[in-house]
């Protein structure tokens, strides 16, 4: 593999690390905007407080009523 190869290779992971990485970011946004709210505490979210409490209704799922 000549260097030219091999900047092509880490070039395409970097792409699909970031389509991966956009695709996550996409779901956790479209549970967290239309299924449960995921930001708890006044400086936003905080992973120990959304593992030790119940998970609230968002607001759009409380407006829409399921």
Not at 3 to 17: G, P, T
Not at 34 to 62: A, D, V
């Amino acid at each position: 593999m000549n260097y030219n190869e091999f900047l092509k290779a880490v070039s395409s992971n970097k792409d699909l690390l970031s389509a991966i990485g956009l695709i996550l970011f996409g779901i956790i946004e479209y549970i967290n905007y239309y299924w449960y709210r995921l930001n708890y505490g006044k400086l936003g979210f905080n992973i120990r407080i959304l593992l030790n409490t119940k998970l609230q209704k968002s607001s759009i799922n409380k407006l829409i009523g399921d």
